[in-house]
């Protein structure tokens, strides 16, 4: 059996390719959208891949088994009750698959989502009855398990989705034997979990001993407790999850799409041509992928900073509108990769890219805005003023609790365009964050809706506590 991971670190995804040397046959498991890696792997070790399992329709990111049928012809499953506009095979409980010396055995885990699965590994080499490993999705994590409170857009109680994962795991992953390798779909900075673990493998024994909603609990208290305090998910998760489900063009044909050059004159014409956003004419959404530091120095009035060098595709997936059309300005080289990590989230409504960058702007100085970034020491003195600009905390409120700039206001980033109107435009707007990353986004926002003076802490919070500056720390 070759059994092989892939991780992705910007969406915090792992996905799986189990393999049987002899019959050179494979299944992918929850691939990601551009699919090379899995299909150059197979190639390498004589494997032609003729299945693939989604374990759930996932929130996060958009599954690559429509790339995986079209491009090799392999066959999709999902769970049991799921439904999809597609063709697929459905997974019940038990139900087996067998290719040489592979077993991959479904367990129907409902609660993260209605439809989930587990895939249960088996390497009939080693054991027919003792599993390798189980492929438990989104159900159970390292250190977590999976959010019961997703499917609420589309109808179902995080109550009784609670339930269900109660079930699925008492009932189907903890009987599994403790050396029962463990590997889920995602890990840390997930937010389809609230606590999971940088590792990306454990064992069952591991978990039931480490896991915290694997301890002794009524139904009741697991419910209280996997409901408690969960991040707010992203606008997009609910669109993924039906994209997920849906007959849709695949990467490469969204691509060859989507990767055109525009002229300044195409993109300008673009950008005029919309609404009205808070007194500012809005048309495409034109997104700067270069690094904060880039942005701030110069950058086209209007774009909003997401730079690839983050979460991109999450925080690109917050602030933009998935219906809405996206220009892209890249440093030029770097179009495709900034497209290609829309598109993992199913955002494929990219009209085109600024052709050489920003470097089309050389003949139009004023078409150029910047963000002024202040040290914190001037930041410190600015805010002891008579007249001090307004500190803006777009770090998430368990964040800002732990420890704040005296007097700063808590507008989490993914909160703040809903609260524009709160803010005042006759005064000076200060930007934190804990780095630098997300109050480059929260400013380039601001400075699009007509807030003129918008000026950023360097380094963020984490610099502001490095130069030992004062800060709010609640009472034990």
């Not at 249960?120 to 398990?145: C, E, H, R």
């Not at 890990?187 to 979990?193: K, P, Q, R, V």
């Not at 808590?410 to 005064?427: D, F, G, T, W, Y």
């Amino acid at each position: 059996m070759i059994f092989k991971q892939f991780y992705l670190p910007c969406l915090a995804h792992a996905s799986y390719l189990i393999g049987d040397e002899a019959t050179g046959t494979a299944a992918v498991v929850d691939p990601q959208r551009d699919t090379d890696q899995y299909i150059a792997f197979a190639a390498e070790h004589a494997l032609k891949i003729k299945h693939v399992f989604l374990t759930h329709l996932h929130a996060d990111f958009v599954a690559g088994h429509l790339e995986l049928r079209d491009r090799v012809g392999a066959a999709i499953y999902l769970g049991g009750t799921a439904k999809a506009a597609y063709a697929f095979t459905p997974r019940h409980d038990g139900d087996i698959l067998e290719f040489g010396r592979v077993r991959l055995k479904a367990l129907e885990t409902p609660g993260h989502t209605p439809e989930s699965i587990s895939i249960v590994v088996y390497d009939l080499n080693a054991s027919d009855a003792q599993p390798y490993a189980v492929l438990t999705g989104d159900t159970l994590f390292i250190g977590d398990v999976g959010r019961p409170d997703l499917r609420v857009a589309l109808g179902w109680s995080a109550t009784d989705l609670g339930g269900m994962l109660f079930d699925s795991l008492h009932k189907k992953l903890l009987p599994l034997p403790d050396q029962s390798l463990v590997y889920p779909a995602h890990g840390a900075g997930s937010l389809c979990g609230r606590a999971i673990s940088k590792e990306t493998v454990s064992t069952m024994g591991e978990q039931r001993r480490l896991n915290y909603a694997l301890q002794p609990m009524s139904k009741e208290a697991f419910i209280r407790v996997v409901t408690a305090d969960q991040p707010e998910a992203p606008p997009y998760f609910t669109y993924d999850a039906v994209l997920n489900s849906q007959e849709r063009p695949t990467l490469d044909e969204a691509l060859a799409r989507e990767m055109k050059p525009l002229t300044l004159d195409a993109v300008l014409a673009l950008q005029a041509d919309g609404a009205q956003v808070g007194g500012v004419q809005i048309g495409v959404q034109i997104l700067d992928t270069r690094d904060p530091e880039e942005f701030a120095a110069a950058h086209l009035a209007g774009s909003i900073n997401v730079g690839l060098g983050g979460q991109y595709a999450t925080w690109a997936g917050t602030v933009l509108d998935p219906t809405r059309p996206i220009v892209i300005i890249a440093v030029p080289g770097r179009e495709n990769e900034s497209a290609t990590r829309l598109g993992r989230i199913g955002f494929d409504h990219v009209a085109g890219y600024l052709e050489n960058g920003l470097r089309a702007l050389d003949s139009r100085p004023d078409l150029i805005a910047f963000t002024e970034h202040l040290s914190v020491h001037s930041a410190a003195e600015l805010l002891s003023s008579n007249q001090p600009p307004l500190a803006i905390d777009v770090r998430t409120p368990r964040e800002h609790e732990q420890q704040h700039i005296d007097g700063s206001m808590s507008i989490p980033l993914n909160r703040l365009v809903a609260n524009l109107k709160s803010l005042p435009k006759n005064r000076s707007l200060l930007i934190y964050c804990a780095g630098g990353y997300r109050s480059s986004i929260a400013a380039s926002l601001l400075q699009r809706s007509g807030f003129d003076s918008v000026a950023e802490i360097a380094g963020g919070f984490a610099a502001w506590e490095a130069a030992k500056l004062p800060v709010v720390v609640p009472a034990p």
